[in-house]
């Protein structure tokens, strides 16, 4: 499978990454590292967070029917192609990397499209900005 784009649903965290607070998780360290990785290579990385963006979940039918049959053991859920790659974890870089090596290159010199994250800039949570 190769993708453009990629849609994590997050499970309900203090703010779009969970890469903030007193304690923080060191597998979402790794997988925001991961995701950027995986922008860089020209696939298009959207996050949703259950608290911040609920509505996202409810909008996209795979995710919305997901949660009802499964509850929120299945966040994260990993969307890519139209269907679920991943569910219940964070993957890999080997395997975001495995999606996405087909995915098209950017054109030299051109930004590698943003990580999105739910109201806040690409490195997730600012200094003193109050999300966390």
């Known amino acids: 499978m190769t993708i453009s784009e990629l849609l994590v649903f997050d499970p309900a965290m203090c703010c779009s990454t969970g890469v903030c607070g007193p304690e923080v998780d060191p597998a979402l360290v790794r997988f925001a590292a991961d995701l950027e990785s995986v922008s860089r290579e020209g696939v298009a990385v959207q996050r949703f967070n259950l608290v911040a ?27 890519a192609g139209g ?3 991943s ?6 870089r080997e395997e975001l990397a495995g999606w996405a090596a087909q995915a098209p290159a950017a054109a030299p010199g051109a930004r590698a ?20």
């Open 53 to 79: 963006e609920p509505q996202a979940f409810m909008r996209n039918a795979l995710v919305r029917e997901t949660l009802q049959r499964e509850g929120t053991s299945c966040l994260p859920l990993i969307v």
């Open 87 to 92: 569910r219940g974890r964070y993957p890999s």
């Open 83 to 85: 269907e679920v790659v």
């Open 113 to 132: 499209p943003a990580l999105v994250g739910i109201g806040q800039p690409a490195g997730g949570c600012a200094p003193g900005s109050g999300c966390c």
